[in-house]
């Protein structure tokens, strides 16, 4: 009988939705989201937004209800996702979160900080798939699996003004994914040893 359960280490559990939008049909970024809802990491739980957008000078920001978490996800799994997102030196603002809608429609995540009011936006959804990414895929030590929700339309909006890219199709294997996805269900594991 095969053993049910995922011989490696359990990372973290939660949530990694991402928008990355281009004003070429992806050919170049302009505007790179990576919004976290952790359920459970060695630091806790909380929430996490990295962004480097047309919005803030193309300069990168870090919004977070808890600095401990937002500081593992930097060493842990941005270092290997998207490397600027990664640099510790950046400060951490405070920010509270909340989520509306869903995949089906149209899903909302809000972040508010003291000087700053986001809302990321998906919606025109194409139909979900697991991703599954065990260590080792793409030259990673470490693995993720997740219940990707790919949109076709997303919508970044801060303090009142809009980022203008958009998402742009992406295959992820033989299923059609897009640069702007719900991820949910998420859980990042580790060899052990």
């Known amino acids: 009988m095969t053993n049910p359960v995922d011989p490696n280490r359990v990372l973290m559990t939660g949530e990694n939705s991402f928008i990355r939008l ?5 050919k170049t970024m302009s505007d790179r989201f990576s919004h976290w809802r952790v359920l459970w990491c060695p630091d806790g739980a909380g929430h996490v937004l ?3 957008s047309t ?7 870090i919004y977070a209800d808890n600095i401990a978490v ?4 930097q060493k842990t799994i941005e270092t290997l996702l998207h490397p600027p997102f990664a640099d510790t030196k950046l400060p951490v603002v405070d920010a509270a979160f909340s989520r509306a809608g869903d995949p089906r429609s149209t899903a909302v ?3 508010v900080s003291a000087s700053d009011r986001m809302r990321l936006t998906w919606y025109d959804g194409i139909e979900p798939f697991v991703l599954h990414a065990p260590p080792g895929f793409n030259n990673r030590p470490i693995g993720v699996f997740s219940t990707f929700f790919p949109a076709r339309g997303a919508q970044v909006e801060m303090n009142g003004k809009f980022a203008t890219g958009a ?3 992406e295959m992820r294997g033989d299923r059609q994914g897009s640069s702007a996805c719900l ?11």
């Open 109 to 111: 995540e809000n972040v």
């Open 55 to 61: 919005l803030i000078g193309g300069d990168v920001r």
């Open 22 to 26: 281009s004003p070429d049909g992806g």
């Open 70 to 73: 937002a500081r593992w996800l």
């Open 183 to 193: 991820a949910w269900s998420e859980t990042w594991v580790k060899p052990r040893g």
């Open 50 to 52: 990295f962004a480097q």
């Open 167 to 169: 998402p742009w199709p």
